[in-house]
């Protein structure tokens, strides 16, 4: 159901590679409530995915851009503005990639130069992004931008690795580029920090399906997935949510304020009693 949130409000999504992706979603929903925007991913993901055919759904175009490329950027504002017809109201950051991840080095063994890129693609390239932005004055005001995050930016999670550390500079980011915004331009800036979700990108981090089912036990609504998140996402767009900013938002289904659930608990006592049926605790 379509209530045009976003009528007339145009904008810049990235990092929307299959149906898979958050921002894939996103753009659908967007689309769904009147939005205009632009697509845009690195060459190699446009490549590698199928942006083209949500452009075609979505009646737009895709740029491509390196997010961690200022000149890229700089070019992406530019010719989205042109497409548009003017500045833009919104902006979706889902970008993230860590090579140690990839490559399978632990936390406590990190290729450092792996650790900068992880860094400059996940959460460095929210702050290109938001000065270009700023210098380029591409967004309108009361524009909203968000950026996509996880609860790792707040706790320890085995498996997520120097990704963690690039949520929570990501988040940082949003609350210092976030007074600036607002102050100067009444433009708000946001995390939404969602439940694990099966991407593309985030198959590699190690753990995953069992992370999925932990989180879904723990959670009081279950797990958000791609399409709740996308409505999430809108209303954040829309003018509903004028005088939120520099807040990271949990769209979680409740699992960031839990300690202990009674299905995790069930759970974990069916292991115990598996275990002592083979190892029996010895009575004292």
């Not at 993230?96 to 860094?119: C, E, F, I, Q």
């Not at 331009?185 to 198959?203: C, E, Y």
């Not at 992370?211 to 279950?222: I, T």
Request: proline share 2%; with cysteine; glycine share 8%.
């Amino acid at each position: 159901m379509s209530y045009n949130l976003l009528k007339g409000k145009k904008g810049i999504i990235f990092g929307a590679l299959n149906s898979e992706s958050i921002a894939w979603n996103i753009a659908e929903r967007a689309y769904e409530e009147g939005a205009t925007f632009t697509l845009t991913n690195t060459a190699v993901a446009m490549r590698m995915g199928e942006t083209k055919q949500l452009a075609e759904k979505c009646n737009t175009e895709v740029i491509p851009a390196d997010a961690t490329n200022v000149e890229d950027l700089e070019n992406l504002f530019k010719k989205s503005m042109e497409i548009l017809g003017g500045k833009v109201d919104f902006i979706l950051h889902s970008i993230g990639m860590s090579p140690n991840v990839r490559k399978h080095r632990v936390y406590n063994d990190l290729d450092y130069n792996y650790l900068s890129k992880t860094l400059d693609i996940s959460a460095i390239s929210f702050h290109k992004v938001l000065q270009t932005a700023w210098k380029l004055d591409a967004i309108n005001e009361w524009g909203s931008i968000v950026a996509l995050s996880y609860v790792a930016a707040q706790r320890t999670f085995y498996g997520y690795n120097d990704m963690a550390d690039a949520k929570a500079l990501l988040e940082s980011i949003a609350r210092s580029f976030g007074y600036i915004y607002g102050r100067e331009r009444k433009v708000r800036i946001n995390t939404v920090s969602q439940s694990p979700t099966i991407t593309t990108a985030g198959s590699g981090v190690r753990g995953l399906g069992e992370l999925l089912d932990f989180s879904e036990r723990m959670s009081p609504l279950g797990n958000a997935d791609a399409e709740t998140c996308a409505d999430y996402c809108v209303t954040l767009f829309s003018d509903l949510t004028k005088k939120v900013t520099m807040q990271n938002l949990f769209h979680d289904g409740g699992f960031s304020s839990m300690g202990m659930s009674l299905r995790a608990m069930r759970q974990y006592e069916k292991g115990l009693e598996i275990g002592w049926g083979l190892n029996p605790p010895k009575k004292k």
